[in-house]
């Protein structure tokens, strides 16, 4: 498995909230891949922190949504200066 990063959004929202009226815009956009991982491995690293309450998939889907977040504002950090050069 990999992780998926989109860093950008070419596509404000409508502010009446009609999608075919969205505002198209100028932005960079950056995609970032993790490394491959294995997800049998993966999920047993998620769940070496697991409380004995904790719902198991959710727990794990947790773990991915962090290091998505993770992967997201290391992104964000290359990002932002190059959307100043941008402007």
Do not use: W
């Not at 932005?27 to 997800?39: Q, R």
């Not at 904790?54 to 773990?63: A, C, L, M, S």
Request: hydrophobic share 35%; glycine share 2%.
């Amino acid at each position: 498995m990999v992780l998926v990063a989109i860093n950008g959004n070419t596509l404000r929202l409508d502010p009446n909230g009609n999608m075919d009226e969205d505002i198209p815009t100028h932005d960079i956009m950056m995609y970032t891949v993790s490394e491959v991982k294995k997800c049998r491995d993966y999920r047993a690293n998620a769940l070496k922190d697991i409380k004995p309450d904790e719902n198991v998939k959710q727990h794990v889907v947790d773990k991915v949504m962090d290091d998505l977040k993770k992967l997201h504002n290391k992104t964000e950090q290359i990002r932002k200066p190059l959307l100043e050069k941008f402007k």
